[in-house]
């Protein structure tokens, strides 16, 4: 009949419509309030009041020992570029994952104060150095040769640093400059054993020079990377997009230290407080995490029957459906991984990117129950 066949054809109509006032009367996320640069006062109030008490380690920790860092580089670049905010953890890795991503804020998360101290040591470093030669001589105290191409590729200007002796001299001149130009230009209030922690932390450096490791000075490089390998390693595709692979790179992460937007925080994954204060901060300004780097602090969580603390914290930070963590992994010869952060000569280390928000979800479903369920599902 035509009446029936006419209120047929409206029906697509009336669906439409309403599938569209569905979508407009959904909530949307404003779009971030994000500062473009922190003043010193206002960067020195978030990493004093996000932090918590220092905490303890197995290691120092000085430099990165995973040599697979780069191989998410790509992904993380195509699939999350431009970011809102970046966590992280641990030392000078951040800085490429950082680059991948170009986020407007980031914030390093670390249970250790040395490791905060670690990175107001690397801020003043790349403030008072213009270009990678000059960060790289002060940070392992050793003269440039007067001879050396500046813009030579970063296995170059390693090669050209490491021969020379470190200079105690150049050291003491160098580490004053530091402590000043944090405590004096920036006004920084560092405690005395702050600068017992910065002096130890740069004399680590000017001891093990490029072949610095994860353990420290007087560990030999081999299973664990020194910093010269891990700055000269590649992606599979054999390029290098490292902080220091170029200066384009270097002044990515120069410019972002001198906006004050790289935080170095102390807390515990689980703790009660550092985490949340970041959630609380970027909800605030409407930001959202693009991505957050966990290493394998994930292992030693569920080791210490602690993640359920985390996963609580992670939950509150503000994500979206293409929010991601990157997860260091040990792998197993047959493929499988470990929940043990043991690394057995059987094994690899793998960088690998996770999503946030199906974890959130599986979490408060309460099928997260072992290691194993959080790496399941690698993106």
């Given at each position: 009949?035509?009446?029936?066949?006419?209120?047929?054809?409206?029906?697509?109509?009336?669906i439409?419509?309403?599938?569209?006032?569905i979508?407009?009367?959904?909530?949307?996320?404003?779009?971030?309030?994000?500062?473009?640069?922190?003043?010193d006062?206002?960067?020195?109030?978030?990493?004093?009041?996000?932090?918590?008490p220092?905490?303890?380690?197995?290691s120092?920790?000085?430099?990165?020992n995973?040599?697979?860092?780069?191989?998410v580089?790509?992904?993380?670049?195509?699939?999350?570029?431009?970011?809102?905010?970046?966590?992280?953890?641990?030392?000078?890795?951040?800085?490429?994952?950082?680059?991948?991503?170009?986020p407007?804020?980031?914030?390093?998360?670390?249970?250790?104060?040395?490791?905060?101290?670690?990175?107001?040591?690397?801020?003043?470093?790349?403030?008072?150095s213009?270009d990678?030669?000059?960060?790289?001589?002060?940070?392992?105290?050793?003269?440039?040769?007067?001879d050396l191409?500046?813009?030579?590729?970063?296995?170059?200007?390693?090669?050209?640093?490491?021969?020379q002796?470190?200079?105690?001299?150049?050291?003491?001149?160098?580490?004053?400059?530091?402590?000043?130009?944090l405590?004096?230009?920036?006004?920084?209030?560092?405690?005395?054993?702050?600068?017992?922690?910065?002096?130890?932390?740069?004399?680590?450096?000017?001891?093990g020079?490029?072949?610095?490791?994860?353990?420290?000075?007087?560990a030999?490089?081999?299973?664990?990377?020194?910093?010269?390998?891990?700055?000269?390693?590649?992606?599979?595709?054999g390029i290098?997009?490292?902080?220091?692979?170029?200066?384009?790179?270097?002044?990515?992460?120069?410019?972002?230290?001198?906006?004050?937007?790289l935080?170095?925080?102390?807390?515990?994954?689980?703790?009660?407080?550092?985490?949340?204060?970041?959630?609380?901060?970027?909800?605030?300004?409407s930001?959202?995490?693009?991505?957050?780097?966990?290493?394998?602090?994930?292992?030693?969580?569920?080791?210490?029957?602690?993640?359920?603390e985390?996963?609580?914290?992670?939950?509150?930070?503000?994500?979206?459906?293409?929010?991601?963590?990157?997860?260091g992994?040990?792998?197993?010869v047959?493929?499988?991984?470990?929940?043990?952060?043991?690394?057995?000569?059987?094994?690899?280390?793998?960088?690998?990117?996770?999503?946030?928000?199906?974890?959130?979800?599986?979490?408060?479903?309460?099928?997260?129950?072992?290691?194993?369920?959080?790496?399941?599902?690698?993106?």
């Amino acid at each position: 009949m035509p009446g029936m066949h006419s209120r047929h054809r409206r029906i697509p109509y009336v669906i439409a419509l309403l599938f569209t006032l569905i979508v407009c009367l959904a909530p949307v996320r404003a779009a971030d309030t994000l500062p473009a640069r922190l003043s010193d006062e206002e960067f020195w109030k978030l990493v004093s009041s996000m932090s918590e008490p220092d905490g303890s380690f197995i290691s120092d920790n000085y430099v990165s020992n995973e040599r697979s860092y780069q191989d998410v580089f790509e992904d993380l670049a195509k699939g999350h570029q431009p970011s809102s905010a970046y966590i992280g953890v641990g030392p000078e890795q951040n800085f490429t994952y950082i680059l991948a991503l170009k986020p407007k804020i980031a914030f390093i998360v670390d249970i250790r104060r040395q490791n905060l101290i670690e990175h107001l040591m690397y801020k003043a470093l790349f403030e008072l150095s213009a270009d990678r030669a000059e960060f790289l001589s002060r940070l392992f105290s050793r003269p440039l040769p007067r001879d050396l191409d500046r813009s030579a590729g970063i296995g170059n200007l390693l090669d050209a640093l490491g021969p020379q002796p470190a200079n105690l001299e150049t050291f003491e001149k160098n580490l004053d400059a530091i402590e000043n130009h944090l405590i004096k230009d920036h006004g920084f209030s560092l405690s005395p054993s702050d600068l017992v922690s910065l002096q130890k932390v740069y004399l680590a450096f000017r001891a093990g020079g490029p072949s610095l490791t994860y353990n420290g000075p007087t560990a030999s490089p081999g299973v664990m990377p020194g910093f010269g390998e891990i700055v000269r390693v590649t992606a599979r595709d054999g390029i290098n997009r490292g902080f220091l692979a170029n200066d384009e790179n270097y002044q990515t992460i120069r410019e972002l230290q001198k906006k004050n937007l790289l935080i170095p925080v102390v807390g515990d994954f689980a703790g009660p407080h550092a985490l949340k204060s970041v959630a609380e901060y970027l909800n605030n300004h409407s930001a959202t995490v693009s991505a957050f780097y966990t290493s394998n602090v994930e292992q030693y969580l569920f080791l210490n029957n602690v993640w359920k603390e985390f996963y609580g914290n992670v939950a509150a930070l503000p994500v979206n459906s293409n929010s991601i963590f990157v997860r260091g992994v040990i792998v197993s010869v047959g493929g499988e991984y470990s929940s043990s952060p043991v690394l057995p000569p059987t094994s690899h280390y793998e960088t690998g990117l996770f999503s946030i928000p199906d974890l959130v979800q599986e979490f408060r479903k309460g099928t997260v129950l072992a290691y194993s369920d959080i790496v399941s599902h690698r993106l």
